[in-house]
């Protein structure tokens, strides 16, 4: 009881200053504004609709659960403390079976003649490891960032197959235990797919850890089969929602470069593991096509042989560096995750607990060697751990003051990474969001190189150098912008995102061509909500039933779309409709309180509204 209320309250102790960290990043469109979630029937509403980004049908479940018991115990339903709460309940419950589950494997090890050097207690070591887990920063991104809950979703239901397996080794009855394994390995593949290497994982333990052959395996062959099986997850989820997938945009040089930088990508998890300074929340991994490449695949080459080696003199190191490189493999491999994102940290979050059991067994030897005493040695291990433990919660308690808001966290996102371009967009986004468009043109006068081949940052900086009188100067970066958008639809004729831009590049000088740019946007993202509000807003004059469809769909898309609102609004209040033209702005002034043209056009129909009423 005593180590169990102390991991909690390690826990505790390091994320208690994120329970009013507020939503960021990809918070904001898949749980802020995805109405989807405000139901929980059918479960398929929740599980796989709304939103812009591939739903993950468990953890996008767990999203709607926290509406509705917000709802329940009478708060805001988007009261964001709940869904910290499960995040961090999550993270402890991951680190009570990264306990369980080393001290049973070094029990299990020790009865088959293995035990720890020095005598060192199962119990105490598996403690250690889980203490240095838990209070890790390197994994804030999986617990503080609200999004990322489907990462710690799927390591816990990894981690609770495993445990199934392993209590279902010595059970009297192990059929319930396997199929509680099962059904834990199914939930983690509906979690993320990067669970597709579980029943890998569980097969290598069983050969390295318990049968010690291949044909040791043989009675349980069906309950192998039976795990496969849970592989037919993936492909239902994927296929049923391919259109948010942007990897399978990425052009086959792209990819290339993805997959060689990953040896060197694995060396600075690696690093982070071990030495957590200088995290990024969505890094800007700069790819390298040098000679750094011959030592990232140098080291990964010796780490492979180093494994080949250990596969029969040291079993259980064999595990933990296969189950490293494993559970790394679905993201760090020839797939560029997360739309080619080469270097993501919140991917080290289950790894991370085969490098601190690493680091805790080198430790034990260490401790062996200098005193073979086993109750001395155990507790200068404890000691040890847990003077390190406290030095990481309070290294991570420092890292989530950072992401206290949508500007310091992509403040600090640019302080350690100058060049990180989408870093620069969203700080851009929560500048202009708070309406501080003049520090936004402090960002791109600072950040100069960052944007000079970004076609979106440089017409938004055309827009804001036109407000301010600065018309030479708005269109020289008109030009660059028009000049780099063409470009890269020339290239990626596949990239809504920049036909979008381009459609507002000619929205003005060649509106017939921007009607296309926006058609094709649309066209190859059904979700592109900001092409639509666009198109709409073209076509409105000449074909309102189409430009009303328009924004819409947009609106299912992000029914919180400001320009969607607004622009369906005007066009209801043509047609004679004020009441749910005014209803539309309000959400629209709501959402976007600096949305000028939104907040004009609610007071003018009111006023109008209630000359009618008089």
């Excluded at 569980?202 to 050969?207: E, F, Q, S, V």
């Excluded at 034990?364 to 005493?373: K, L, N, Q, T």
């Excluded at 020289?476 to 780099?484: D, F, H, P, T, V």
């Amino acid at each position: 009881m005593i180590g169990t209320a102390t991991l909690i309250l390690l826990a505790i102790g390091a994320y208690a200053n994120t329970f009013q960290t507020p939503f960021i990043h990809d918070d904001i469109a898949e749980i802020e504004r995805n109405p989807a979630l405000d139901s929980l029937w059918p479960l398929s509403v929740p599980m796989f609709e709304g939103g812009r980004l591939p739903h993950r049908p468990v953890p996008y479940l767990s999203f709607a659960l926290n509406r509705r018991i917000n709802r329940l115990l009478g708060l805001d339903p988007l009261d964001v403390r709940g869904f910290h709460a499960v995040n961090l309940g999550t993270h402890i419950a991951s680190s009570l079976l990264i306990w369980w589950i080393t001290t049973a494997t070094l029990r299990r090890l020790a009865a088959a003649g293995r035990p720890l050097a020095g005598g060192l207690d199962p119990a105490a070591v598996g403690w250690c490891v889980a203490a240095v887990w838990v209070a890790h920063p390197l994994t804030t991104q999986a617990v503080t960032y609200v999004y990322q809950r489907m990462e710690s979703m799927a390591g816990f239901f990894i981690l609770a197959t495993l445990a199934c397996f392993i209590r279902s080794l010595d059970a009297v009855r192990p059929r319930g235990w396997q199929i509680l394994a099962i059904a834990a390995c199914g939930l983690a593949m509906a979690s993320k797919e990067t669970a597709v290497v579980l029943p890998l994982l569980i097969l290598i333990y069983d050969r390295l850890l318990v049968a010690g052959s291949w044909d040791g395996m043989r009675p349980r062959a069906w309950f192998f089969a039976a795990l496969a099986v849970c592989w037919l997850v993936l492909p239902v989820v994927m296929l049923s929602q391919h259109v948010g997938y942007g990897e399978a945009l990425i052009p086959w040089r792209a990819r290339l470069d993805y997959t060689l930088n990953q040896p060197l990508v694995i060396l600075h998890y690696l690093r982070l593991g071990l030495w957590p300074v200088g995290m990024v929340l969505d890094s800007d991994w700069r790819i390298v096509r040098d000679w750094r490449l011959v030592i990232g695949w140098l080291a990964l080459a010796t780490g492979l042989s180093a494994i080949g080696w250990a596969w029969r003199r040291r079993p259980a190191a064999a595990f933990l560096g296969i189950a490293f490189l494993l559970l790394l493999a679905p993201s760090s491999s020839v797939i560029p995750a997360s739309a080619g994102r080469a270097c993501n940290e919140y991917r080290m979050y289950l790894p991370l607990a085969c490098v601190a059991t690493a680091a805790i067994a080198a430790a034990a030897a260490m401790i062996s060697r200098a005193d073979s005493r086993p109750l001395l040695g155990t507790r200068r291990l404890v000691c040890g751990a847990a003077i390190v433990a406290l030095v990481l919660a309070a290294t991570t308690f420092s890292r989530n003051s950072a992401f206290a808001s949508l500007e310091t966290i992509w403040a600090d996102t640019l302080a350690k990474q100058p060049w990180n371009r989408r870093g620069l967009t969203n700080l851009v986004y929560a500048y202009q969001h708070s309406g501080r468009d003049d520090l936004v043109l402090d960002l791109y006068g600072k950040y100069a190189e960052a944007i000079a081949n970004h076609a979106p940052s440089q017409a938004r900086k055309a827009v804001l150098l036109a407000k301010t009188g600065r018309t030479t100067e708005a269109e020289a970066a008109r030009s660059r912008a028009l000049e780099l958008a063409r470009a890269t639809v020339r290239d990626n004729p596949k990239d809504a995102e920049t036909w979008f831009h381009l459609g507002n590049l000619l929205r003005t000088t060649a509106p017939a061509e921007a009607e296309a740019a926006y058609q094709q946007a649309v066209n190859l993202d059904p979700r592109q909500a900001d092409a639509r509000a666009n198109l709409g807003g073209m076509i409105a004059r000449r074909n309102p039933a189409a430009a009303e469809a328009l924004y819409r769909q947009a609106l299912a898309a992000d029914p919180t779309h400001a320009d969607a609102l607004n622009n369906l609004a005007t066009l209801l209040a043509r047609q004679g409709d004020l009441g749910t033209a005014i209803s539309l702005l309000e959400i629209a002034v709501h959402h976007a309180p600096h949305h000028s043209a939104a907040r004009e056009n609610l007071r003018r129909l009111s006023e109008a509204a209630q000359q009618a009423g008089d």
